[in-house]
């Protein structure tokens, strides 16, 4: 009877303390979400008007000479999402002819008129006319001395593009 009177005590002290746990952990509590936001990255596409893969180039020039001057109008077009700053640079990547040859930038200011490119151009993206027309002008000077004779050169026309939000660099 001992042993009955004893194992109830235990019995109850163990039910007793689940009952004041449960007791004191009935707390009220409430979540709420809002699900579904979402993020997208904007695009940063510059693209010309010529495709050297499709084999269109701006130059190709035969028979140049001292003096003679050529020129081509590139389109640059800026079709991503976001706004952009471009340099446009060259280089001579076979031949000799090159190291001779005067490479220049213009671009359109606000009258109309053709000036030396001094830095970035910017183009926004929300423009519905995203582009800008710059003039190429390559220049064999009339100084150019005899060792350029029959020599040839190949030049590549790079535009490299940088958002402009968000970036101080120049």
Do not use: C
């Amino acid at each position: 009877m001992l042993k009955k009177k004893l194992g109830m005590a235990v019995f109850s002290a163990i039910f007793g303390a689940s009952l004041i746990g449960a007791g004191t952990s009935a707390i009220y509590t409430s979540t709420a979400t809002n699900e579904g936001n979402t993020f997208a990255s904007g695009t940063l596409v510059v693209e010309l008007d010529k495709d050297s893969m499709q084999g269109e180039y701006y130059f190709d020039i035969d028979n140049m000479a001292p003096g003679d001057s050529e020129e081509a109008v590139m389109t640059v077009s800026n079709t991503g999402s976001l706004d952009l700053r471009f340099d446009v640079s060259h280089m001579f990547t076979s031949g000799t002819l090159g190291d001779a040859l005067d490479v220049t930038y213009y671009e359109k200011d606000d009258n109309d008129n053709w000036v030396a490119v001094t830095g970035p151009i910017e183009i926004p993206a929300t423009d519905p006319d995203s582009s800008v027309e710059i003039k190429v002008v390559v220049t064999l000077p009339l100084v150019t001395g005899d060792e350029y004779q029959g020599t040839s050169a190949t030049m590549e026309l790079k535009v490299d593009a940088v958002q402009t939000r968000n970036n101080d660099l120049p």
